[in-house]
């Protein structure tokens, strides 16, 4: 019944940008704590930024000042706009609702 389906993601170079963005379906955006996460070779899965039903975001500190979480409740998306990206954010990026449904992952290469 979830469904979401992240999109965006692609090759850029360092200190560039990229917007991805999570199409939901069976769930609504507006009502529910969404979130974004990522997963590099090697490395466990992290969270890198939330928005609450409230409006109210959060984000981990390597990616303050950088990322930015949103939704937009009219399309039912959840986006996260990524600026000055580094080498180091390489790696499949997922949507998550509720902690408990996943996207596909979309992958996010930052290399010159």
């Known amino acids: 019944q979830v469904q979401l389906v992240e999109s965006g993601g692609g090759l850029v170079e360092p200190g560039g940008s990229l917007r991805l963005s999570c199409a939901a379906s069976?769930?609504?955006?507006?009502?529910?704590?969404m979130g974004w996460y990522r997963q590099a070779p090697g490395k466990p899965r992290e969270m890198v930024a939330s928005i609450t039903a409230g409006g109210a975001t959060n984000s981990v500190d390597v990616v303050k000042g950088r990322f930015t979480i949103s939704r937009d409740n009219a399309k039912n998306t959840v986006n996260l706009q990524m600026n000055s990206l580094k080498p180091e954010d390489t790696a499949v990026y997922y949507c998550?609702?509720?902690?408990?449904?996943w996207g596909q992952g979309t992958q996010v290469t930052v290399s010159s």
């Open positions: 069976g769930i609504r955006v507006s009502v529910n704590t």
């Open positions: 998550n609702a509720v902690r408990q449904f």
